[in-house]
C-alpha cells in the first residue's frame, strides 16, 4: 500500500482541506440549486414541471451507477486521475444542459453530469489517504457542517441565479466552480493517493466489505444520520412553501437558520471528540435524534401547527446529526484501509439509498408531516441504539 500521509497542519493539508470543501459546495449544485428554476426550465422546454422533476432522479440514478465503479477503480489507479476525470465529465455535461434546445438533449447531457459528478464519492477515500487517524473525525465534522450549511443556502442562491442569469446559471457556475476544483487538484493533490499492485476482484471486494458486520453496522448509523437530514430537506419546499405559505425568500431564509445550526452543530461535535470516547459521541448524538422526535410529537399535540413547531426540533436533530454522522463514517472507513475507495462507494449507496426511501415516504404522507418526520427520528434513533448495542456485543 502507498499512501500518502503529510506533517501536521502542513500547506498541503491545508489545501487537501481546501479541495474537499469545494467539493462537498459543488455536489448540492445539481440537485439543490436548480430547484428554483424549475418553472423556467419547464417553460423553456414547454414540458410538464413532472418531467423536469424527473431529471433530478436520474440524476440520482447516474451518480449512484457511477460511484459504484469509480470507488473500487480508484483503489487500483489512484484517486487523483480519477477525480480529474470526474470533474472533466461533470464540466461538458453542466455546459451541454445550459445550451440545450431539446429536452432529450437536455437528459443526455444531464446524465453526462450525473456520471462525472460521481467522483465526488472519493471524498471520504482522499480523507483517508491524506490524514491521520486523529484528523479524520475534525475534517469530516467540518465537511458535514460544510453540506449542511450549503444545502441551506442552496434556495437563496438558487434563486438568486434564477433571477439573474436564468435556469442556464445554476450549470455556468457549477462548471466553473468544477473548473476551478480541476485546477486545484492539479497542481496540489498528491499522486499516486492510496495504490498497491494486485487488488481482489471488486465484487470480491466489495462481498467482504458488505458482509462485515462491523463495517455496515457503522455505515447504517451513518445512514441513519443522513436519513433524519434528507427526509426534512426533501419535503422542505412544501413544508414551508405550500403548507405554511413563506414567500420564496422566507423559506431560503429558514433553511439559512437550519445551516447555522449545522454550523453550531459541528462545533458542539468538534468539542465532543476532544473530551468522550466514539461510542460515547455515537450515543449522544443518536439519543439527541430520538429526543427531537419526542420533542416534535410533543409540540405537535400541545401548540397549533407553525413554523417553529418544525424549526426548533430539527435544530435538536441536526445537532445529532452532525454528532453521528462523521464519527460513524471515520469508523467505518478505518476498516478497510487498503480498499479505501471501494468502502467509501459502499458506505455512500448505503446512505443514499436509505435517505431517498425515507425521504419518499415522508413525502407520500406529508398531509401529517409533523408525526412522520418525530417517527421517522424515533425510530432510527432506536435503531441505532440497537445497532450499536448489538456491534458491542459481539466484540
Known sequence: MSEVRLGAGSPAKASATVL???????????????????????????????????????????????????????????????????????????????????????MIFRVLQALGCGCFVLSNAIVQDIFSS?????????????????ISLSPLAGTLLQSTLGWTGSFYIFSLIAAAVLLHAVLTLPAPLNTVARRAPWLSTYRSILFHAQFMGLALIAAIAFTCHFSFIAVSPIIFLDIFELSQLQFSLALLGYGVAYVIGGLIAHRLQRTITHRQQ??????????????????????????FVV?????????????????????????????????????????????????????????????????????????????????????
Not at 439543490?32 to 418531467?51: C, E, K, M, T
Not at 422526535?293 to 407553525?306: D, F, P
Not at 401529517?368 to 445497532?387: K, M, Q, Y
Open 311 to 395: 424549526l426548533l426540533p430539527m435544530l435538536i436533530c441536526t445537532a445529532g446529526i452532525t454528532i453521528t454522522r462523521p464519527v460513524a463514517t471515520s469508523r467505518a472507513m478505518d476498516i478497510f484501509p487498503d480498499n479505501a475507495g471501494a468502502a467509501a462507494s459502499m458506505l455512500n449507496t448505503v446512505v443514499f439509498v436509505s435517505g431517498g426511501v425515507a425521504s419518499a415516504l415522508v413525502g407520500l404522507m406529508i398531509s401529517s408531516f409533523e408525526i412522520v418526520l418525530a417517527t421517522v427520528f424515533i425510530l432510527l434513533s432506536l435503531t441505532g441504539l440497537l445497532i450499536m448495542h448489538t456491534l458491542s456485543g459481539s466484540r
Open 20 to 106: 474537499l470543501l469545494l467539493m462537498v459546495l459543488l455536489g448540492v449544485f445539481p440537485l439543490d440549486v436548480i430547484l428554483p428554476s424549475f418553472p423556467a426550465l419547464s417553460a423553456h422546454f414547454d414540458i410538464r414541471s413532472s418531467n423536469i422533476a424527473l431529471s433530478i432522479s436520474i440524476f440520482a440514478i447516474g451518480v449512484s451507477i457511477s460511484q459504484f465503479f469509480l470507488g473500487p477503480l480508484s483503489d487500483q489507479i489512484g484517486r487523483k486521475s480519477l477525480l480529474i476525470m470526474g470533474l472533466m465529465i461533470s464540466i461538458l455535461g453542466a455546459i451541454g444542459c445550459a445550451n440545450a434546445v431539446e429536452f432529450a438533449t437536455f
Open 134 to 150: 486523529e484528523e479524520r473525525d475534525r475534517v469530516r465534522i467540518l465537511m458535514t457542517s460544510a453540506s449542511g450549511l450549503f
Open 282 to 307: 455515537l450515543l449522544v448524538g443518536l439519543w439527541l435524534i430520538g429526543a427531537a422526535g419526542l420533542l416534535l410529537v410533543c409540540l405537535s399535540l400541545i401548540t397549533e401547527r407553525g413554523f
